[in-house]
């Protein structure tokens, strides 16, 4: 689980992200961050749409992000923020798949 300091909470915070974020698309997520001089811990938010399918489907998605990048924490640049918009295929993939692909893009964009 994430904890407060570790989350974005305001939508002006994720509409700054996805519009300033450098992009990371992927099959079944897309992830955005923008690295900021700040500061302070590294911050994260998701985005699962009514596409990805019901209440329990999102959820359920949601929280298999959050569990990755609470483990992911540590090798995230300070001051970043992350978006992570969940594609509807996201809803049937593997936790382990899905986990090695948030992780590369996280690499790749907030290392």
């Known amino acids: 689980m994430l904890a407060r300091p570790h989350r974005l909470t305001r939508g002006s915070e994720y509409k700054a992200v996805v519009r300033?974020?450098?992009?990371?698309?992927?099959?079944?997520?897309?992830?955005?961050?923008v690295a900021s001089g700040e500061q302070r811990a590294a911050r994260f938010g998701f985005i699962v749409s009514r596409q990805v399918g019901t209440a329990v489907v999102r959820n359920t998605v949601r929280r298999r992000l959050k569990a990755?990048?609470?483990?992911?924490?540590p090798s995230v640049r300070e001051g970043s923020d992350v978006v992570i918009r969940a594609l509807p295929s996201a809803a049937t993939l593997d936790f382990?798949?899905?986990r090695?692909?948030?992780q590369q893009c996280l690499a790749r964009r907030a290392a």
């Open 20 to 33: 300033r974020g450098r992009r990371c698309a992927a099959p079944h997520t897309v992830t955005y961050v």
């Open 68 to 73: 990755i990048c609470a483990e992911s924490l």
């Open 100 to 102: 090695e692909e948030v």
């Open 96 to 98: 382990a798949v899905l």
